[in-house]
């Protein structure tokens, strides 16, 4: 069973410019959600997408925003990146249930804003 | 402000011996407690949950404890194997699911052989 897809891998961005970011879901799982991570700051949650509806929301500022398709597949994009973006996104799927169990997490697409 | 604490940024152990990893929250409202292992280049792995409602929960030779009264939890890694090095992150969630977490900022192990 496939794991969880990202792309791209690494990407190098300037500030003023936007980013999406994709993720491909395990085969089944309904829920995506996405994390930052920085340095010092750990994980930190920004949205989970269900059944193509934000279900669940960070406290991230409106330039963070993503969405879900039909096929589970979701992507998240940034607008006027600034330099504080540079961080490692993770995505993360699981069946969406209440008692689903725990996030399966991909490898992550490292952003470096410069 | 960080609902989830690991103070210890790194830990040092000697293989076979016992790595304790510490976590402290804040919030009451947490159902379930998670930890996670990343190493390098890879996305973090789910290692072990406990529910608020037990005190204990064993896999292996990963046990955590949690106190409730302290706001307190811990992981056990008994022995500690050089494999074992990696970053621990420490997560809660409520009771609408896991896919909210909130994570502690880890606690990266070093076992050395």
């Known amino acids: 069973k496939a794991g969880v897809t990202q792309t791209p891998r690494y990407l190098i961005k300037t500030r003023g410019q936007q980013v999406t970011l994709s993720c491909s879901p395990i085969?089944?799982?309904?829920?995506v959600s996405w994390y930052q991570q920085t340095p010092g700051q750990g994980l930190q949650f920004l949205f989970e997408?269900?059944?193509?509806?934000?279900?669940n929301k960070g406290n991230f500022p409106g330039r963070f925003s993503g969405r879900q398709f039909s096929n589970s597949r979701s992507e998240m994009n940034v607008s006027t990146l600034e330099l504080g973006d540079s961080a490692l996104y993770l995505c993360a799927s699981n069946s969406g249930g209440p008692n689903s169990g725990e996030l399966f997490f991909g490898e992550g697409s490292r952003l470096t804003v410069l | 402000d960080q609902q989830v604490k690991q103070n210890s940024p790194s830990l040092s152990v000697q293989e076979g011996r016992i790595s304790i990893l510490n976590c402290d929250y804040t919030?009451?409202?947490?159902?379930?407690f998670l930890w996670y292992k990343k190493y390098p280049a890879e996305g973090p792995t789910f290692l072990i949950s406990i529910s608020s409602i037990k005190d204990k929960n064993e896999d292996g030779r990963f046990t955590v404890f949690l106190n409730k009264s302290a706001k307190h939890l811990s992981l056990h890694i008994v022995p500690s194997q050089p494999g074992d090095s990696a970053v621990y992150f420490c997560a809660a969630s409520g009771r609408t699911g896991f896919q909210k977490l909130v994570f502690g900022t880890g606690t990266r192990l070093l076992v050395s052989p």
């Open positions: 919030n009451s409202m947490f159902d379930y």
């Open positions: 997408y269900f059944s193509e509806t934000q279900r």
């Open positions: 085969s089944g799982h309904r829920s």
